[in-house]
């Protein structure tokens, strides 16, 4: 597990930039992005970290434990502590404003580290992957009960064949420990999209974006996910006209605008406080 987390570090150092070619300055502004799943820095959310980097702003375009490359090689726990380490990397860059942001799968793990950690706002992109739902307990349940049993039985670190479940590609096989399975996967863990925006932090604002050509089961749930966050005055639904791929690209203007808002408010609970860590 050590190599895993050294590895990991690593690749959050490498995702890190500051463009010196800033073309509208957004001094001490610093963004973590996160992909969503089987994706990559590289591809949907790539445009937007370009856009972002070009107005000035501090970005962490970071890959997670959900990649393609990847497959959930570490645990929930070592993916918050990735996204604490982007953060610290950040802000010993200069940012002193810190915003967490994330596409699908990665939308909704930005809602549940909103949750436990200080930032100063959560970018949700078509949020996705609800463990939760009932969709994902009917596809999943064998998978999620073999885990639990293999973890009573003290196997929890013998890599094993599980599934993963996704709309448009439906079951796929995913090969990772049991203890690690669950903590992703658990209905009731950290990746239950109801639960993450109920226990959102209400000193957090968010912007929630909810794409208008965004897939048929995220559309009927956008309304409600969006009404239970707890209220605040900078928090925002914004529903671009784009598909749930093409989301990050096409919410690029808005994001820069919120998170240059935001960033400029000041936030008297925040103050005083590491920007990373619990509050």
Not at 60 to 76: C, I, K, T
Not at 176 to 194: C, E, K, L, V
Not at 234 to 262: C, F, Q
């Amino acid at each position: 597990m050590r190599i895993c987390i050294t590895l990991a570090l690593a690749v959050i150092a490498a995702g890190i930039s500051h463009s010196s070619a800033a073309q509208t300055p957004a001094p001490g502004i610093g963004i973590v992005i996160m992909h969503g799943k089987g994706g990559s820095p590289t591809r949907y959310v790539s445009s937007l970290a370009s856009s972002l980097e070009e107005k000035g702003y501090l970005v962490a375009n970071l890959e997670m434990p959900w990649s393609g490359r990847r497959v959930y090689d570490v645990n929930v726990s070592v993916a918050e502590k990735e996204v604490e380490s982007a953060l610290g990397i950040l802000r010993s860059k200069g940012a002193k404003k810190l915003f967490v942001a994330g596409h699908s799968q990665g939308g909704l793990f930005a809602l549940y580290f909103g949750g436990k950690y200080v930032v100063d706002g959560v970018t949700a992109i078509a949020p996705g992957g609800d463990v939760g739902n009932s969709t994902f307990r009917e596809k999943l349940g064998e998978s999620v009960a073999l885990a639990r049993k293999l973890i009573a039985e003290g196997k929890g670190d013998e890599k094993t064949k599980f599934y993963d479940y996704e709309g448009t590609k439906g079951i796929t096989p995913v090969t990772t420990t049991p203890a690690i399975y669950f903590s992703w996967f658990d209905p009731d863990g950290a990746m239950n999209q109801t639960m993450a925006v109920k226990t959102m932090s209400p000193r957090v604002p968010v912007l929630y974006i909810g794409p208008k050509g965004d897939y048929p089961g995220l559309r009927k749930v956008k309304e409600s996910m969006f009404s239970a966050l707890p209220s605040n005055s900078l928090t925002k639904l914004y529903e671009p006209d784009s598909s749930h791929l093409n989301a990050p690209s096409g919410s690029r203007d808005e994001i820069a605008r919120w998170i240059t808002e935001v960033g400029s408010r000041v936030n008297p609970t925040l103050q005083g406080t590491p920007a990373s860590g619990h509050p």
